[in-house]
């Protein structure tokens, strides 16, 4: 049988134009940041290349050329712009530093079978670079958020003292405005209060929809899953006003009840979908096993079908809190004053009073956020070791 050999790296015509291209760009970036877009994108272009030509002739170790190429940007960066050059610097210098040894060593073939054209392996590679870049335009303003909650100034920009990593330009002060001013306490207390009750509503009726409908005697089950999924799908505006015209006939219109029910049908949805995903791989025989054993329908509900899908339910739970927690559209429409939530106050934040401070609550959701959906992850991936999807 034929061996295809690992394509030769051509240096001069392959790596050397790609690293200067990269370079170009960081470059031109630097550049206009200091008004010398042109003069930038040149350097640029021309570190690139050196760096490239440098690393593959010199250093053949890719973790020691690495390193070489971080501390010699970062050196450049400080010498250039105190330290926010030199965290800038080592960044650059870590990425030129990583992508010569992968351009040089072929790595960029790794996951294209060894008969890949290389139109083939150009698409796979751009494929996972629009990826990053969607993932990147994605995390950006959360990245940008966190460290300007730490602004000693009144200010929603980046002060010179930041950019410079002066420890007088960040402060807590947004933070301990939170924490102790009455306003923004009591629309914590809303939203710790409303949040739980819709999550505790729609698990129950979520999870007991989802039973229902997974199973095949159920009439019409694809037209009631796309009712009661339907609050996903519906724009929030629409939904808001139909809970407000609907509420405000039958009395509910600013209160906590009628606040709770509108969060409770925005989360029934998520439950639905994880408790049905987690139904797709249970064995219905172990319940018909319990009812033969003598076991009634409530008791093999807790007993059999609920340890298994658990982890789903608690899933569900966690999407329907963050949903509630994280809510503005409805609760503007279907809320009063006493039900004004975190978000709502953060609204009221930006409209009325630009307060810095929705910064620092800003930060905190997005903590609490990462944490819930980790413990998504964790559930999901235990859910499926017990359905026997995964190895354990």
């Known amino acids: 049988m034929r061996k295809f050999k690992k394509p030769a790296v051509d240096l001069i015509r392959f790596v050397l134009p790609l690293m200067a291209l990269a370079g170009a760009g960081f470059g031109f970036l630097v550049g206009t940041a200091n008004d010398a877009p042109f003069i930038g994108l040149l350097l640029g272009a021309l570190c690139g290349a050196v760096l490239s030509l440098v690393l593959a002739k010199f250093v053949p170790s890719p973790r020691a050329g690495i390193a070489a190429a971080t501390v010699l940007f970062a050196l450049a960066g400080f010498a250039l712009a105190g330290t926010g050059g030199l965290i800038g610097g080592a960044v650059i210098g870590f990425v030129l530093g990583w992508l010569s040894y992968w351009l040089a060593t072929g790595r960029y073939r790794a996951g294209t079978p060894v008969y890949a054209t290389p139109l083939q392996v150009l698409w796979h590679n751009t494929f ?66 409303i949040a739980p009750a819709a999550t505790l509503i729609s698990v129950t009726l979520g999870t007991l929809a ?163 959906l980790t413990l998504v992850e964790l559930l999901r991936r235990r859910s499926e070791r017990l359905r026997g999807l995964s190895p354990g």
């Open 210 to 372: 989802a039973i229902g409908l997974s199973q095949p005697h159920v009439p019409f089950r694809r037209a009631i899953m796309a009712i009661l999924i339907s609050p996903m799908i519906v724009p929030l505006i629409i939904s808001a006003a139909g809970m407000y015209f609907f509420y405000s006939r039958i009395g509910l219109q600013g209160t906590y009840i009628g606040v709770v029910l509108a969060h409770a049908a925005l989360g029934i949805p998520f439950v639905i979908i994880t408790v049905t995903a987690t139904l797709v791989g249970f064995d219905q025989s172990l319940t018909r096993a319990a009812a033969n054993m003598g076991a009634d329908p409530v008791t093999t509900f807790f007993r059999v079908q609920m340890p298994l899908i658990l982890p789903g339910v608690i899933s569900g739970g966690l999407f329907a809190f963050i949903t509630s927690f994280d809510e503005v559209v409805v609760v503007l429409f279907v809320g009063s004053a006493g039900q004004k939530t975190l978000p709502w106050q953060m609204f009221t934040g930006l409209r009325e009073q630009i307060s810095p401070t929705i910064l620092a609550v800003a930060t905190i959701l997005v903590v609490i956020s990462i944490l819930l």
């Open 128 to 193: 996972k670079f629009i990826c990053a870049a969607i993932f990147f335009f994605l995390i950006a303003p959360i990245v940008t958020v966190i460290p300007l909650s730490f602004n000693a100034e009144n200010f929603f920009t980046f002060t010179p003292a930041m950019l410079s990593f002066d420890p007088e330009g960040y402060s807590l002060k947004h933070y301990r405005d939170f924490f102790t001013n009455p306003d923004w306490q009591q629309a914590l207390a809303n939203s710790v209060q």
